[in-house]
């Protein structure tokens, strides 16, 4: 999944080509006018660094954990004005915890200022989920809306179970998460390819 910007410049350069835009919609620049790509296919493999597509960023991290601190569970939409979401390193940094995603979790701004780096066990405040990776296809799509002609690419390639897990990550965003994600298009075999 790419921003359009990106998928406009991989068509540019060749190394794509789309197969399913936008109805009625172009991209005009000074000398060129487009389809609005949907879905495009890579004409050539294009590298993704693992390190690039595994990094944790606050974005990934909230739709993961549904957008709830994993300390006191409440939702962001529960959350007081100067309250906020917070990432937390549950093993903390100063203590040897690594910034990865078995050691991140989504937590509120007062629960997180109340652990501080404490361990979990030494002030009784366990996440209510393990923390785990989650799978790219899910951290790909977990903020931004699926399309009627994106989702008949998932099902082709990832199949009905994927499709409907995505659909659910849909339906569990906070709205307010929605208007941040950027527009993306669907690369097919991206995960297959990259993997």
């Known amino acids: 999944m790419v921003p359009m910007r990106r998928a406009l410049r991989l068509v540019i350069d060749g190394k794509a080509e789309i197969v399913e835009s936008e109805a009625d919609r172009v991209v005009r620049s000074e000398r060129l006018t487009m389809p609005r790509p949907a879905v495009i296919r890579l004409t050539k493999f294009i590298h993704?660094?693992?390190?690039?597509?595994?990094?944790?960023?606050?974005?990934?991290?909230?739709?993961?954990?549904?957008?709830?601190?994993?300390?006191?569970?409440?939702?962001?939409i529960e959350l007081r004005p100067r309250e906020s979401l917070t990432r937390d390193h549950v093993i903390p940094m100063s203590r040897g915890g690594k910034n990865d995603w078995n050691n991140v979790v989504t937590a509120c701004s007062p629960c997180n200022?109340?652990?501080?780096?404490?361990?979990?066990?030494?002030?009784?405040?366990?996440?209510?989920?393990?923390?785990v990776e989650p799978h790219f296809v899910h951290l790909s799509w977990a903020v931004r809306r699926l399309t009627?002609?994106?989702?008949?690419?998932?099902?082709?390639?990832?199949?009905?179970?994927?499709?409907?897990?995505?659909?659910?990550?849909?339906?569990?965003?906070?709205?307010?998460?929605?208007?941040?994600?950027?527009?993306t298009v669907g690369l097919e075999h991206l995960e297959a390819a990259a993997e």
């Not at 200022?113 to 923390?131: A, D, Q, S, V, Y």
């Not at 989702?151 to 659910?168: K, M, N, P, V």
């Not at 849909?170 to 941040?180: N, Q, S, T, V």
């Open 148 to 183: 009627q002609t994106q989702a008949r690419y998932i099902r082709t390639f990832y199949g009905d179970a994927i499709l409907h897990q995505l659909e659910a990550l849909e339906h569990r965003i906070h709205p307010d998460a929605l208007g941040h994600a950027q527009r």
């Open 48 to 76: 993704v660094p693992r390190r690039f597509r595994r990094q944790v960023t606050n974005t990934f991290l909230f739709a993961r954990d549904h957008y709830r601190c994993q300390y006191c569970g409440r939702p962001a």
């Open 113 to 131: 200022t109340r652990k501080g780096n404490r361990l979990p066990n030494e002030i009784g405040m366990h996440p209510l989920t393990h923390p």
